[in-house]
DNA sequence: TAGATTGTTAATCGATTAACAATC
DNA sequence: TAGATTGTTAATCGATTAACAATC
């Protein structure tokens, strides 16, 4: 269907055209050029035309850009104007925090379930969700159609935990252990190494001119 | 003192190069060539090769590079050859999740104090650091030669105190809330934006071939 | 020494920016 | 219509890969 590949430079900075385009909606900003957004986002006016211009001619000569349009077709590019059925591993404080970000469900990454390996934790809830064991877990990912993992494990935990949740299905897993992840390449994987960018915020103090 | 500009690309890898050369130096192995760690990490031995040419001719020909030597001299251009006083702004699931994390701190990012502004949190302590409240920042910071902040905190407060802790001098903040912070250039920000990492996943399940 | 592998230059590839005709 | 601004091509810039002489 898609005919051109698109780099991962312009999926990169398409969440946050987004966040922007989201902001002017709030702010009753109707519609915005290029240049002007270039100037809010400190992008050039060009890169956003062409970034823009691989999914489409989103705008109108002499006018610029319908602020709600661009905003829904860029939902839609990036698949949330549908739901994902997603699942955590892991409830300790970053497990807790992703399922207390109110935002990500509203976006429609429904949190179907809780698991931990803390047999403590059984049954209790978090935000109304029942924390469960692991030996529940593939059933539970093909009973609910699950697509998203986010494992909030460390890092030998989540090594394993990937290849169940591969095997069972999911589509994709959103890592937060400080490791890669070897899987198949059908399945996705989305890393946030916290302690690379944090490395990365050392390197540029240790180097700023 | 550094010659020419080092690219963003490289520095991005960089923490990665670290976290594999640490992973061989812990299974014992004391050296390798740059073919072999370009399997293990899946990039090219050219890159590996042209990235650590950047800082210095690390290797030997025909012998490779020496796994330990190596760790240390790209640990000292990450600037973790020295520690980091760091403050966490915002008691919360994410705040809590980066003060137990004890990895940091091996890698000389201390926590010197937790702020939030929920008064019934004052003087409760997480992992024996004690929560202050944010009346106290701005002395805080200057007395405990704080280097690093963390918001941890929704981004109306993190835009606002983003100022407060830029004018009380720390070099450096490690963003988590879901907006951009405009600081003067002299401040460095490193974000961790969660909702588009999120996005980019779901963006690469709709879209895979 | 011969073999291995780096450091580095040159070639290629891709991404960004500039320019401008098309057009609203 | 005249002015504004897109969509898109061409030019530039930068990053990655390939190749190989240097050298351990």
Redesign the pocket.
Known sequence: MEEKKI????IR?LPRYYRYLGELMETGVQR??????SARMK?????I?????NF??????????NVQYLYEEIGKILGIDREHNMLIIGAGNLGKAIINYSDFEKRGFIIKGIFDNNPKLKETKIRDIEVRMMDELTDFIRENAIEIVALTIPKEAAKQIARVVADAGVKAIWNFAHTDLNLPDDVIVENVHLSESLMRLSYTIANRN
Chains 1, 2 share one sequence.
Do not use: C, P
């Open positions: 780099s991962s430079a312009v900075r915005i050029s290029s240049k002007e957004l992008v050039t006016a060009s890169q035309r062409q970034d823009l211009n489409g001619g989103f705008g109108q000569q002499g006018y610029g850009y």
